[in-house]
């Protein structure tokens, strides 16, 4: 199979790596894919010059070696690529050495959709165009061939479209064809995936004890709810200062009084209720290793969902709203330096904070604010505390 740099979407649904071809005529366009990893490029037939332009210096003919970042030269101050070029003749995909790596299927009907079926000796690469309908025919796709070697690309014009058909049934397809002549969908693109490939990281949680419980009184909690199920153990990080956010459980814990709300976070400090619940002023950390505040959140904006042992993953807002309760402030320091820090949230019994893990048997999973005392552990991720827009930024800050 030709591969460029196959970019990894690790989350929920996504256990293979994608790969990612680019169609286009720009040079722009070129560099900033090279730039990041995707060197497989498709020409037509009258475009073979370029590709040979493009390619000049290429010192590895075979497609299927994987080019880095940094495999970029420049000569008389213009950037030529390693890239590894394939040719459309008669609806079929060829490498610079003459061997079929694709075949090109229009889907524009039912029936043309019906006819796209694994066969043994087909090629290891299928490449779609979708004419019509995109999200129904992708997700037939990716059922009919989810047990098949043969890797389907679909052709895409735009990142959102890319999107669809990389998150069909969970699954997706195991390739996209970006056809663009703007670098900035490019640009998109990855960002797309650098987003989904954080779910694969294992966030570094500390152990901080509790040193203070205090009614606050009455303010304007933020309460989330999510477009996903949580588990017991998961959360949402909130906090009152930027450089050390809480992880606040949902409420997906059975209660005798109320219904569980596994998609809900409570928090007051800028309350989520996916269930969180906190005030309106609280950080919360959401993809490529910002924050926001829990008031800016509204509907379609991803945050992070974490459990107790650091295990990631984006889920996508579904719903915010912005109800008075009465608060409880809730002060803890962490055991190596002393640092303090604090959350405000709703003081209800549904409102919870992720406990370190404990082994095996029945951990608790969380301590409801109603209940927690001095000396109690919960987890909070430290990071740094000054912010510009949500990006961490090196100055000079204090927050008390």
């Known amino acids: ?4 740099n196959p970019s990894s979407i690790p989350s929920a649904g996504y256990r293979q790596p994608k790969v990612v071809w680019i169609w286009t005529e720009s040079k722009q366009v070129m560099t900033a894919a090279v ?24 010192l590895f003919p075979d497609y299927s070696i994987q080019v880095s970042d940094s495999d970029v030269f420049f000569e008389n101050q213009t950037a030529i690529a390693l890239i590894h070029p394939l040719f459309i003749e008669e609806e079929k995909l ?4 003459g061997r079929r790596v694709a075949t090109f299927y229009e889907v524009s009907s039912p029936q043309q959709l019906q006819l796209l079926q694994p066969v043994d000796k087909q090629p290891d690469n299928v490449i779609i165009n979708l004419l019509d309908w995109q999200v129904i ?27 669809v058909f990389l998150e069909a049934l969970e699954q997706g397809l195991g390739g996209i064809v970006l056809k663009v002549e703007d670098s900035t969908a490019v640009l998109e693109l990855k960002d ?7 779910d694969n990281n294992i966030l570094s949680l500390t152990k901080a004890t509790i040193t203070q419980v205090h009614i606050s009184g009455m303010g304007d909690r933020v309460c989330v709810d999510l477009c996903s199920l949580m588990r017991p153990g998961e959360g949402l990080l909130v906090g009152s200062f930027a450089r050390g956010l809480v992880l606040v459980h949902s409420e997906c814990l059975e209660s005798n009084y109320i219904a569980s709300r596994p998609f809900r976070v409570n928090a007051n400090d800028n309350s989520i209720e996916p269930f969180l619940k906190g005030p309106v002023h609280a950080y919360v950390a959401i993809p490529g290793g910002k924050t926001c505040y829990l008031s800016e959140l509204n509907t379609g904006k991803e945050v992070i969902v974490v459990d107790q042992n ?3 993953r984006t889920a996508i807002v579904g719903r915010v709203k912005i109800e008075t309760r009465p608060l409880i402030l809730v002060e803890a320091k962490e055991a190596e330096n002393g640092t303090p820090y604090s959350v405000l949230l709703q003081n209800a019994e549904t409102v919870a904070l992720i406990c370190p893990s404990q082994g095996s048997g029945f951990p608790k999973k969380a301590i409801p604010v109603t209940s ?7 987890l909070l991720k430290i990071q740094g505390g000054a912010r510009h827009t949500g990006i961490e930024i090196q100055e000079f800050i204090v927050e008390k």
């Not at 199979?1 to 460029?4: A, E, H, Q, T």
């Not at 060829?94 to 050495?97: E, G, K, L």
């Not at 927690?372 to 919960?378: A, N, W, Y």
């Open 1 to 4: 199979m030709c591969s460029s």
């Open 35 to 58: 730039e990041r990893g995707w060197n497989t490029f498709i020409f037509p037939p009258d475009r073979r010059e370029l590709a040979n332009k493009w390619s000049s210096v290429c």
């Open 94 to 97: 060829f490498d610079s050495q």
């Open 137 to 163: 025919p992708v997700e037939n796709i990716v059922a009919v061939f989810q047990s098949s070697q043969i890797t389907v690309f679909a052709i895409s014009k735009t990142p959102s479209e890319a999107q």
């Open 192 to 198: 797309y995936f650098d987003r989904r490939n954080e």
């Open 310 to 312: 650091g295990k990631q």
């Open 372 to 378: 927690l005392k001095v000396g109690d552990e919960i």
